[in-house]
């Protein structure tokens, strides 16, 4: 299997710091100076540690599925395949309008890919590796040759929780504040030459850090939740979930002798924060001059982060053909994960 296209799609409004801190104050017109000055720190605290600087939002009038739709369709002109010759669409975000049926299939209607079957992937932040192990899965078998992933991280304003009373309610909402928006779209297709190595493991004990829940959640945990889980608000219980991850990452990287003896020219890794990429960068004997990191350009952009990268490694001259490339992706599960291949 080959990467044929790589491509992403940004919206028009660009989201600082600033911004954010001024919407948080804004939206908490109760509270007395004091803690109103107590909690702008605390936020501007949590970005500075982040390494957030700006991230892209939908605008006024703006839609998700035009971004999805740019991206798709970019993708598909760049890697020359025609249309009809699409036999699958994977959708790999955690933003999507509803649960049923799948968004893929949506997509396949508006790019007019009449001959796809269509099916949605959500791993969290590794959605789009965990498609791309699918795809190549799917490749490899020999059940099709040709197909797209597509993920549209968008509209996460909605699910950020601004109210905030409390120091407890504060910390748990602080990363939705890292969120940018993007949408990605990757065209794959069979190849002779196929070096592709996927490495996933799940530490489920862990599930309950990092959360976006539904109106049911309860009923599906054989645990209490947290209290302050609110339906449809993301909750996260950042120092905790990114310290596990880290620790999690650098030991499956350690127990693995083929991605420890890898000699890689390009490495990519998950943008939960650009301070926490680049430690593990570190961690792992990555050098820093060929870690691609985005965080501070672009937030959080969840399960776009790694095909954004890629993408902008791409139009930056980063990503050549014939680069050996490792991509790190620790994500809310926990999941870690990891894949080398040429590209």
């Not at 990605?184 to 030459?193: E, N």
């Not at 350690?254 to 943008?271: K, M, Q, S, T």
Request: with cysteine; proline share 3%.
């Amino acid at each position: 299997m080959r990467l044929a296209a790589i491509r992403h799609a940004l919206p028009a409004r660009i989201m600082t710091n600033d911004w954010i801190r001024e919407q948080v104050k804004r939206r908490n017109p109760g509270l007395s100076k004091q803690q109103s000055d107590l909690l702008d720190s605390r936020v501007a605290t949590y970005l500075e540690h982040a390494g957030t600087r700006i991230r892209y939002t939908v605008a006024e009038g703006e839609r998700a599925v035009d971004l999805a739709l740019a991206a798709a369709r970019s993708a598909l002109d760049a890697a020359g395949v025609p249309l009809g010759e699409i036999e699958f669409v994977i959708y790999a975000g955690v933003a999507r309008g509803w649960l049923e049926p799948s968004t893929a299939s949506a997509l396949q209607t508006d790019l007019g890919l009449v001959n796809a079957t269509c099916f949605d992937v959500g791993d969290a932040c590794a959605s789009w590796l965990r498609a791309l192990q699918m795809a190549h899965a799917l490749i490899t078998t020999g059940a099709y040759r040709t197909g797209l992933i597509v993920n549209c991280e968008c509209d996460f304003e909605r699910y950020a929780e601004w109210n905030l009373p409390d120091s407890d309610e504060t910390d748990v909402r602080l990363a939705t504040f890292t969120m940018g928006e993007a949408a990605t779209a990757t065209v794959v297709a069979a190849d002779a030459l196929d070096d592709f190595r996927f490495v996933f493991k799940t530490f489920g004990e862990y599930y309950d850090l990092c959360m976006l829940p539904l109106v049911n959640a309860a009923n599906f945990s054989t645990r209490p939740l947290d209290e302050r889980c609110t339906p449809l608000k993301f909750h996260s219980r950042s120092r905790e979930l990114l310290g596990t991850t880290t620790r999690k990452i650098i030991e499956v990287f350690e127990a693995d002798p083929v991605l420890r003896a890898g000699r890689y020219d390009i490495c990519f890794g998950h943008g939960a924060s650009e301070h926490v990429s680049e430690l593990v960068a570190r961690r792992l004997g990555i050098p820093l001059p060929i870690h691609v990191a985005t965080h501070s350009r672009f937030g959080n952009t969840v399960a776009a982060s790694i095909p954004l990268a890629m993408s902008v490694a791409l139009d930056e001259g980063r990503l050549l053909r014939g680069q050996r490339v490792l991509v790190i992706i620790g994500a809310s599960g926990i999941t870690v994960a990891f894949a080398t291949f040429t590209f």
